[in-house]
């Protein structure tokens, strides 16, 4: 089918227009994803057109996300135009991606996924970061696993794209800040900050990942996304997302994950924080990809240790 549609392609007319965010990181995935698919498709770089949108959570920049309307402000942009037949397919972040997403839509590729480590800048590490300093990230994730780990350092709200972050920094709005790595590789700036091995400092669910929608009646694009589908990638992304959903609605604590493989099993870790960092639970867990019962039961089990010994600390949540 492939090869037929690109022998009746007209030069200058896209076989597919790919829809993204268009801050600096958003763009590099994008052309990321244009790459793999001329590759797979034998195209040239005509055939998939970059089309760029100003997502709502790039234009409020001095409240945390949580309080404007969540991870949604990355992606009803995209949504829609893919409702209205504007674009093929968008590139997520799928870190920023909701768990529960409209039925129309379909994740139809994951790429390879990139580093899922965070990396500090302004220390070489979580335990060198001077006593009492500030410390800024918009991540819930990132500043409940720092006040665990160093509760004499404050915490306070960075956000907007990479080289914002790193401008408020040189600007001496905080001592430090947290980046993830795979974002920092993307833009070229392999060279920034200390890693933090991720077994010791969990990373966010799907940090590291690119996915791409598209419509799921569209089989045209799913067809052709399909050939840059990376599988060990997507079955780790959608354990982590279906743990997730396990613990979506019933929980509104900071979340951390870290998955692997043990052969053809997969394995979970995933610790939840008091918004204070003052508490931590962990479970870990692992069963067969694609297959996710035991997921559930994972994020159950996480649930009941959070609603029978540690309310208190962690907010408000279901049982």
């Not at 090869?3 to 392609?9: E, G, K, R, S, V």
């Not at 994008?30 to 770089?45: D, F, I, K, Q, S």
């Not at 996710?292 to 089990?301: E, L, R, S, Y």
Request: aromatic share 4%; glycine share 10%.
């Amino acid at each position: 089918m492939t090869d037929t549609l690109h022998a009746t392609h007209s030069p200058g007319v896209p076989i597919l227009r790919l829809g993204t965010r268009n801050s600096p990181l958003a763009m590099a995935q994008a052309y990321e994803t244009r790459v793999r698919l001329c590759a797979a498709h034998g195209w040239n770089e005509a055939a998939v057109e970059l089309v760029p949108v100003v997502a709502s959570g790039d234009k409020v920049l001095d409240r945390p996300l949580a309080e404007i309307g969540g991870k949604a402000l990355w992606t009803k942009e995209l949504d829609q135009w893919l409702d209205e037949g504007r674009i093929d397919a968008a590139v997520h972040s799928m870190k920023d991606v909701e768990t529960l997403r409209p039925p129309m839509l379909a994740i139809a590729a994951v790429l390879p996924r990139a580093d899922t480590a965070d990396r500090l800048v302004g220390a070489a590490s979580i335990e060198e970061i001077p006593h009492g300093a500030t410390v800024g990230t918009s991540a819930p994730r990132r500043a409940a696993q720092l006040l665990h780990a160093r509760p004499d350092c404050k915490v306070v709200t960075f956000r907007g794209n990479v080289a914002t972050r790193l401008g408020k920094l040189s600007d001496g709005e905080a001592d430090c800040t947290l980046l993830a790595s795979a974002g920092l590789d993307r833009l070229g700036e392999d060279g920034v900050g200390a890693r933090l091995d991720p077994e010791q400092w969990l990373p966010a669910p799907a940090q590291g990942a690119i996915g791409i929608e598209c419509r799921a009646d569209d089989s045209a694009a799913r067809a052709f996304l399909a050939a840059i589908d990376h599988a060990p990638s997507r079955q780790a992304v959608m354990a982590e997302r279906a743990l997730l959903k396990a613990l979506g609605g019933n929980c509104h604590s900071p979340i951390a994950m870290l998955s692997g493989t043990d052969g053809a099993q997969l394995t979970l870790r995933c610790a939840l924080f008091s918004p204070d960092g003052a508490e931590r639970i962990e479970e870990s867990a692992s069963g067969p990809a694609g297959e996710w019962d035991w997921v559930a039961a994972m994020g159950a089990g996480l649930l009941a240790r959070l609603s029978s010994n540690m309310a208190p600390h962690f907010g408000h949540h279901g049982t």
